[in-house]
C-alpha cells in the first residue's frame, strides 16, 4: 500500500508528537502516576521506553543496511529522575533519530523486525512507524492527565494503512477459513485486510463510486466483516487503546475476535 505521507511530513510529524508528547509529561502532576492504557508502566516508565526506543532505532539506522538485529544505543545517558532533565534527554533522543533518519534518507535499506510484512524495510518504513508509536504513546501520556486528544487527522489516516500493512500482514498461515475484513474511516477512506493459509495482506479500496455493484446496489464483492468509524478510533481501536465496541461492527463478530487473539511469530 502506498503511504499517505511522505518523508520530510514524517519527520515534522515525529517532531510534532514528540514535542505534544513531552508537554503532556510536562503537565503531569507527577512522574509516579499510572498510565491508564500501560497500566503496568508509571509516566516515568513511558518516558523511559520513548527515549531507549529512539535511540535504539537510531542506532539501528546508523549501523546501515547490512545490519542483521537491532542495534542497542552505545554509552548514552540512562533517563534522569528528574523531570527537567528527562524531559531534555528525551527531547535528545528523538533529535537523535530524526538526525539519522535524514542522514539515511527513506530510500537506504534498514533492518526491521516486519521482514514478513507487506511494509518494505527501509528508513522510509521505520520513520512512518516511528511517527505512529510516538501518536499513540502521546495519546497515552494525555490520558494520564484526563486530556487526551485525538490523533491529528493526517496522523490518523496513515496510521490506519500503516498498522494493516506493517503490523497485520504476515506470510504466516491463518490457522481458520480464509476470510475478508474492510476497515471504513468515516473520512472517506477504506482498506481491505485478507487472510488464508498464504498469510494475510491488506490493501486501500477504491472509492465506494468506483466499486462494482449488483442490481440491488450491494457490493458484488461484500467483506465477511466489517468495522467503522473515524481514522482516530480506528487507530486506537486497533492498539488497544479503546474497546473494539467503539466502532461500528457488522458481519462475522466471531471472525473479529479470532483477528484480534492472532498473533502470528514473525
Not at 220 to 231: E, I, K, L, N, V
Not at 236 to 248: E, H, N, Q, T, V
Request: aromatic share 8%.
Amino acid at each position: 500500500m502506498q503511504n499517505t505521507l511522505d518523508f520530510p511530513d514524517l519527520l515534522r510529524l515525529i517532531d510534532e508528537r514528540s514535542t505534544a508528547f513531552r508537554a503532556a509529561v510536562a503537565a503531569a502532576p507527577s512522574l509516579d502516576v499510572q498510565v491508564p492504557t500501560c497500566p503496568e508502566w508509571t509516566l516515568f516508565d513511558l518516558v523511559q521506553h520513548l527515549g531507549v526506543g529512539r535511540r535504539a532505532w537510531a542506532a539501528t539506522i546508523a549501523a546501515g543496511p547490512d545490519a542483521t538485529a537491532k542495534s542497542a544505543p552505545q554509552g548514552d545517558p540512562a533517563a534522569p529522575q528528574e523531570r527537567e532533565a528527562l524531559l531534555a534527554w528525551l527531547a535528545a533522543s528523538t533529535q537523535q533519530l530524526l538526525d539519522a533518519l535524514r542522514e539515511a534518507g527513506p530510500d537506504r535499506g534498514c533492518w526491521t523486525w516486519w521482514g514478513k510484512s507487506q511494509s518494505p524495510q527501509t528508513c522510509g518504513a521505520v520513520a512512518r512507524h516511528q511517527l505512529h508509536e510516538i501518536a499513540v504513546h502521546t495519546y497515552d501520556a494525555q490520558l494520564t492527565l484526563g486530556a487526551p486528544q485525538p490523533l491529528p487527522d493526517e496522523v490518523a489516516l496513515d496510521g490506519v494503512e500503516e498498522f494493516l500493512s506493517t503490523i497485520c500482514t504476515t506470510t504466516v498461515p491463518w490457522p481458520h477459513e480464509p476470510a475478508a475484513v474492510d476497515y471504513h474511516a468515516t473520512e472517506g477512506r477504506s482498506w481491505r485486510y485478507w487472510v488464508s493459509a498464504d498469510g494475510a495482506r491488506a490493501a486501500r479500496l477504491p472509492t465506494p463510486d468506483t466499486m462494482p455493484a449488483t442490481a440491488d446496489g450491494e457490493d458484488s464483492d461484500a467483506a465477511d466483516a466489517s468495522s467503522r468509524g473515524t481514522a482516530n478510533e480506528l487507530v486506537l481501536a486497533f492498539y488497544g487503546r479503546i474497546p473494539l465496541d467503539s466502532l461500528k461492527l457488522n458481519g462475522n463478530r466471531r471472525l473479529l475476535d479470532q483477528l484480534v487473539a492472532w498473533d502470528p511469530e514473525r
